[in-house]
């Protein structure tokens, strides 16, 4: 399709349970990135991903981050044991290639951690 | 530490007036300097691109002007519209799609 497609749309999750979220990047394109907005205004690049390989993993916290992106598979980003400040929107984007006009972002999951 | 800074949190405009929107930069590696326009519970939607190599870039009623030594970029919106009313980010990279650095956003409302 021609949207990046982010589930679920809202995530409710105790601290210290697991959060998993979902992207699938539009057809064609060979880039992902991810990113967390928190307090509304502030991006994160968290990593990114030239098809399934790490392109980019410079933001990811080293502790209970993990993202993937399998062939036939939507991209994933897991959180375990999530904490409080977790709290935030995480925004997928995908790009057809490192030049051009941009990436298309998802409309993002908002995780809560109660 | 903030490399892209939005010195202004909200903007006010009459309709038929020129927007400005204003970002400033610290890091002298970026070479790529895009703007998002952003509404609430949506994902950021990309409005126009300039490269370092360039001073200006224009498209439809969005121009970006790029002052490298000043480390200063701008997106003029003529005519402004109701519909233009929405957050404006900023963003930066040190090459054209790797990772993005953002400022905090400008909240521009389009009055009729």
């Known amino acids: 399709g021609e949207e990046v497609a982010q589930t679920p749309k809202h995530l409710v999750r105790g601290e210290g349970q697991k959060a998993k979220l979902y992207c699938a990047p539009i057809?064609?394109?060979?880039?992902v990135f991810w990113y967390q907005q928190v307090l509304k205004n502030e991006f994160k690049f968290l990593i990114s991903?030239?098809?399934?390989?790490?392109?980019?993993e410079t933001g990811m916290p080293k502790e209970r981050f993990s993202a993937k992106c399998l062939p036939n598979s939507p991209c994933s980003l897991e959180i375990q044991a999530t904490k409080l400040e977790d709290s935030a929107v995480y925004f997928c984007?995908?790009?057809?290639?490192?030049?051009?006009?941009?990436?298309?972002f998802g409309s993002g999951t908002r995780l809560t951690v109660v | 530490d903030q490399q892209v800074k939005q010195n202004s949190p909200s903007l006010s405009v009459q309709e038929g007036r020129i927007s400005i929107l204003n970002c400033d930069y610290t890091?002298?590696?970026?070479?790529?300097f895009l703007w998002y326009k952003k509404y609430p519970a949506e994902g950021p939607t990309f409005l126009i691109s300039?490269?370092?190599?360039?001073d200006k870039n224009e498209d439809g009623r969005f121009t970006v002007f790029l002052n490298k030594s000043a480390k200063h970029l701008s997106l003029h919106i003529v005519p402004s519209q109701p519909g233009d009313s929405a957050v404006y980010f900023c963003?930066?990279?040190?090459?054209?799609?790797?990772?993005?650095?953002f400022g905090k956003g400008t909240s521009l409302l389009v009055t009729p």
């Open positions: 984007a995908s790009s057809q290639s490192v030049t051009g006009t941009g990436y298309t």
């Open positions: 300039i490269s370092s190599i360039k």
């Open positions: 963003a930066a990279s040190s090459v054209a799609g790797y990772a993005l650095n």
């Open positions: 057809k064609g394109h060979s880039y």
């Open positions: 890091n002298s590696m970026f070479d790529y």
């Open positions: 991903f030239q098809n399934e390989n790490v392109f980019d």
